[in-house]
């Protein structure tokens, strides 16, 4: 609740499954479930949407 007090634009959750799978499981602000990635796969993702200037916030 607090990240979306503060539009912080994904949640990144990290639980005992993911630690297992290496992974992270993603949520947009708004909630929408984005998946599991692997990490370096995440930043690779942001880097995309910021080097293209398409990341958006309202979601």
């Keep these: 609740r607090e990240h ?3 539009r912080v634009p ?5 639980g005992d499954q993911e630690m297992e799978a290496g ?4 949520r947009t602000r708004k909630g ?3 998946g599991k ?3 370096d796969d995440f930043i690779a993702y942001i880097q995309d949407e910021i ?5 958006n916030l309202e979601e």
């Design 37 to 39: 990635f692997k990490v």
């Design 51 to 55: 080097s293209s200037r398409k990341l």
């Design 32 to 34: 929408k479930d984005l």
């Design 4 to 6: 979306t007090l503060k």
């Design 10 to 14: 994904y949640m990144l959750v990290v």
């Design 23 to 26: 992974e992270i499981a993603v």
